[in-house]
């Protein structure tokens, strides 16, 4: 019997980033709009201002991967700041929005990103950060006094009149309440942080905000700030929490494809650790790898294009190899080996665990005992860890766990392996098998992204 397995083969989304070395220090952000079938309010959601905060900016990754809007539209900036995303650093594009040089290296990204803000759709802007400690308005002590940030909803006024959702004190008391419903550990509700931005002469840092800003041009604004006391992930899922309390006011009804609690958020940031590369020929799950994948065939074609459903997902070239990150995350780097590239087949037959199967490239497949590549003529497999002493080729052989060599597995834990399918010294694919016996991954959704298109070129103040 041919089971054909398609589950694991996942449809590529539109989003293709390249980023080639000049392009580094200026790394656009990606733009993402969910529009639902019903028509109703706009919430724009900005993640990574601070390139440091990466609960805000894995909260909206997530919305681009796992939401889907029916009623309303969703527009998604998950990486505004996203140079200093990849290099770690918090970065200071949120000082920029009063007044910014024509020469600054963020001029472009800055001007983009207020063009968004005041397209008239725009109903409510939701900006996601991690603060220092909890913020509260009296002194408890050195982690909990009015100067922190954590776990707080903050707005630059209570309201701006003669806007929708412009009363933002009331908006973010009810988004706090349920924030807080949902949180039984005391000490980590939300509190609301009114920084009367345009009359506190102290508030100077807080003018030049992209908030601000937003409020200046009368687009009510908020911001959601997750403790940095936390984990990542937990972080992650307050600002979900805030995300779907805000959706909720406006009217936006959506669907998501996991459990919104902390373990369910932590899972599905590990599930969307995935990068494609060679038009969908190579797939690599990118959790516990390797710190070098040696000789790995590329095309010779500049930098590599590569599709990942996550926006946060980027490939680097880092001297003369490449570097695969994730948010603030740096993994593997590969090694090229340069090669031609062959399309003549898109799969091969193999024998996993005893059952005959047809396996597309791209694909990660689950093996219990062994597994064994079909002869194909003109054709040459090589299953990287495994030699058997006078077979250049390792088709048609069963191969167990055990027969290969750990330091070559694509993951720490020497259970992940490559098959790479030649013919004769063109690549035609590589397919991942995987001893680590978990459950399948479900398909991710295809997210949509639009390219930035704004027409008007005016200046703001
Ligand atoms: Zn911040």
Redo the contacts with the bound molecule.
């Keep these: 019997m041919i089971v054909v397995v398609g589950v694991m083969r996942f449809f590529f989304l539109l989003f293709v980033m390249l980023i080639s070395a000049t392009h580094l220090f200026a790394a656009d952000f990606s733009f993402h709009q969910q529009q639902g079938t019903r028509q109703g309010s706009t919430l724009l959601v900005i993640g990574g201002?601070?390139g440091d905060?990466p609960g805000g900016f894995h909260a909206a990754a997530t919305l681009v991967t796992h939401y889907q809007v029916q009623r309303g539209n969703l527009w998604i900036v998950p990486n505004l700041n996203f140079e200093s995303i990849l290099k770690r650093q918090r970065g200071n594009m949120?000082l920029k929005f009063a007044s910014i040089s024509k020469h600054d290296h963020q001029y472009q990204q800055v001007q983009q990103i207020k063009k968004i803000i005041t397209q008239p759709q725009v109903d409510l802007i939701l900006n996601l950060?991690?603060?220092s400690g909890f913020y509260h308005p009296e002194r408890i002590n050195s982690q909990r006094n009015p100067n922190r940030w954590g776990q707080s909803c903050v707005i630059d006024q209570s309201r701006i009149e003669n806007v929708r959702f412009g009363n933002l004190e009331h908006l973010a008391e009810i988004i706090i309440q349920q924030i807080n419903s949902k949180t039984s550990t005391q000490g980590q509700n939300f509190l609301l942080k009114n920084m009367h931005t345009a009359t506190d002469r102290k508030a100077i840092a807080a003018k030049k905000s992209l908030s601000y800003f937003a409020v200046r041009n009368q687009k009510p604004c908020l911001s959601v700030e997750a403790s940095k006391t936390h984990s990542v992930s937990l972080r992650t899922y307050y600002h979900l929490l805030a995300l779907e309390a805000t959706m909720q006011q406006m009217g936006i009804h959506f669907t998501r494809d996991f459990q919104l609690t902390p373990q369910g958020v932590k899972q599905i940031i590990k599930d969307d650790a995935v990068l494609a590369l060679v038009g969908g020929r190579v797939q690599l799950e990118l959790n516990n790898m390797r710190t070098t994948i040696k000789n790995f065939p590329l095309p010779e074609t500049g930098t590599p294009k590569f599709t990942a459903n996550n926006p946060l997902i980027t490939l680097l070239p880092a001297d003369n190899r490449y570097r695969i990150h994730y948010g603030n995350n740096r993994l593997a780097f590969i090694n090229p080996h340069f090669v031609d590239l062959d399309r003549s087949i898109d799969s091969v037959k193999m024998v996993i665990d005893g059952m005959l199967q047809s396996v597309s490239f791209g694909s990660i497949v689950p093996v219990k005992k062994n597994f064994l590549v079909k002869e194909q003529q003109g054709y040459r497999v090589n299953v990287v860890g495994f030699s058997k002493p006078g077979h250049p080729n390792d088709g048609h052989l069963p191969i167990s766990h055990a027969q290969l060599k750990q330091s070559y597995s694509i993951d720490k834990a020497g259970q992940l392996y490559r098959v790479e399918i030649y013919r004769n010294e063109r690549f035609s694919g590589m397919i991942l098998v995987d001893f680590r016996q978990k459950s399948v991954r479900k398909e991710p959704l295809i997210a949509r992204i639009h390219p930035i298109n704004l027409e008007s070129d005016q200046q703001y103040n």
Excluded: L, R, S
């Design positions: 201002i601070d905060e949120n950060h991690d603060g």
